[in-house]
């Protein structure tokens, strides 16, 4: 039954064409020796051109030494062009700080993608079963996975071409039955016995359960991972077109969004913005869940205006009224400052720069950006805010607090204590630049020596000491 599945199955997914040339993963077990050999079988017939592809991940020593000299010497007898390599996986797991099956995956990709570059390959083929694909969805499943829900892919872009995965179809009985059948010798990994392996545990516990209530249950956990994954390969589509209207600035460090705009999608597509966001932020090294996703639905759904939640690898989430950052930069400290400032010059601040030009008469148009002051109150200062810090605001009788000022207005938490407050000799708040000037500021009367002081905010705001638009 083997060969009709998997070439009915071939043939629905549109997998294998004639004249194709095919890299396929071999890692000498009983699932890889098969696929190899079934697809040499397909050579002749369909003018394919295969060639075998093998890693020694270097975790077991001598065994998987001979794991490697065990492929060659079956790519030799066979005839079918071999390539290998040999990685040092224990010490990228230490570089880059991941667990071991994550370095050997990402170490043997690597590789894969050299071999089909170097061949100019249309498919990488891979050994995955029906098994591999109902232990895959339970275990993303029940660890909160982002992608449990549609499995393993059938087939998918991949380097220069695709990787497909002709064996999703069968068991590993099958596969088993076609190796006796066919006389096919393997080797055998030790480490797919130990309980110490979580994919191990649902094969040898949870598998046999489900094989005893459907012995068919692959063939439906295909279907089902089939229906999932073009479900959410349309959703997915419908959130990459949004992701205009919701990202605000972005670079490889940070994306800023609009708290808004966000809100204005459905769930769905919210979800998988925020997916779309992390998997740019984290680029192949992805560590997150659908815990992260709906914390950060949490934090952007909360009433609070100001918030923020640390994810993994040091990427943080801030949240500040109508926007939120995604960010691996760290937030300095901000450093209080004071400037004095004449009639005539400037004083930069962190936000932005405050000006002082001489005038003979009024502008007829003034906007929030602008003061109008006497000559004689200069010079002023030019300093950032302190606690208790109150203002006077045209056409109140008593002072406010600055704090209650920004929170009215809703200035980032970031910027509050960058902010430039103009005081004059008198040690009173005069102006809050851009925001509120004084009841005690009047228009002077005509014939008065005036100053126009103008701020000009760069709308920049230094994160960790790179300038970034949060």
Known sequence: MLLQDVDRFIQKHDLIHEGDVI?????????????LHYLNRLASGLKLNVIAAHVDHQLRGDESADDLVFVKRLCEREGIRFESSSIDVAHYKEEKKVSTQVAARECRYAFFEQVMEKYDATSLALAHHGDDQIETMLMRQVHGSTTGLSGIAVKRTFATGHLIRPFLCVTKDQILSYCEK????????PSNESDGYMRNRFRK???????EENPNVHVRYQLYSERMQSDEDYLMELAAKRLDDVIIDQNDKFVKI??????????????RVIHLIL????????????IHIEDLRSLLDSEHPSASLDLPLELKAVKSYDTCCFTFETFKEVESYTEQLASTGSVETPLGTITAKPVDELPLHLSGEDLIIERT????????????DRIQPKGMIGTKKVKDIFIDRKINRSERDVWPIVENSDGNIIWVAGLTRSEKVILPAKGKKLVHLHYEKNY?????GKDHRC
């Open 377 to 388: 109150m200069f010079p002023v200062i030019i300093r950032s805010r302190r606690a208790g």
């Open 205 to 211: 516990k949870v598998l046999p359960f489900l094989k």
């Open 279 to 290: 998997n740019y932020l984290y680029k192949s090294n992805a560590p997150f869940s659908s």
């Open 182 to 189: 066919h006389s096919l010798l393997f080797r055998n990994d």
């Open 23 to 35: 890299v396929a993963g071999v890692s000498g077990g009983p699932d890889s020796v098969a696929l």
């Open 258 to 271: 609009n708290n808004k705009s966000y809100h204005y999608l459905p769930i769905p597509l919210q979800r």
């Open 460 to 464: 920049l705001h230094r994160l960790g």
